[in-house]
Every structure is written in C-alpha cells, then in structure tokens.
C-alpha cells in the first residue's frame, strides 16, 4: 500500500550535519502525520519529530523536519551531532485513508571521529 524509503545515513564526525530523506510511494498529502524515529543500540524506539499540514513538533532541538508535498518528500536535517544521536533513524506515515501505520527500513547514522 504504501512503501516509504529513507536514505542519507551514513558516518559524520562530531559536530557535523546530515540530511535524511524519506521518499513515500503515495502522495503525503494523504497522510494524518509523518514523523521520524529512532533506534540506538540497546534503546528503544523513540520519536524525534514529527510532521502534520499545519503543525510540526521536533524533540530535538538540533533536527529539522520538513516536507515536499510535490514531491511526496519527508527530510531531517540534523545538525551539530554527537555521539549520542547513533542510531538506525526510520521514517514513519500514520493515514486513515490508506488504513495504517507504515514504517521504513531505516537509514543507519554513526556519528563518530
């Protein structure tokens, strides 16, 4: 039904930013919500931010969340990382219309020197 893909992960140093971006199989426009997750090793899944058409919530001060609905596109921007922000980061679309919660396969961020 829906099928949403992350890329941009990769190894950064200390300090240093990253874009991720997740390209959804389905207009976000049909989406109640897009968000983005993640999971460090030995955590639990947690949210970092999330999207809807007029209200965006970001726990991290440091991450930006923001779409394209023209182009069925979800992004994080994240700066100033550190260590602490390694983990597999997964984006995520909740939707009535299309009946579910649907997940990526995640994008790995290592963030290390």
């Known amino acids: 039904q829906v099928q949403l893909v992350e890329s941009g992960g990769g190894l950064v140093q200390p300090g240093g930013s990253l874009r991720l971006s997740c390209a959804a199989s389905?207009?976000?426009?049909?989406?109640?919500?897009m968000g983005w997750y993640r999971q460090a090793p030995g955590k639990e899944r947690e949210l970092v931010a999330s999207?809807?058409?007029d209200h965006v919530a970001s726990l991290k001060g440091r991450f930006t969340i923001s779409r394209d609905n023209a182009n069925d596109m979800l992004y994080l921007q994240m700066n100033n990382l550190n260590p602490d922000d390694t983990a597999v980061y997964y984006c995520?679309?909740?939707?009535?219309?299309?009946?579910?919660?649907?997940w990526g396969k995640g994008t790995l961020v290592t963030v290390s020197s």
């Open positions: 999207i809807t058409s």
């Open positions: 389905r207009s976000i426009r049909s989406f109640d919500v």
């Open positions: 995520n679309a909740r939707s009535r219309y299309w009946g579910g919660d649907f």
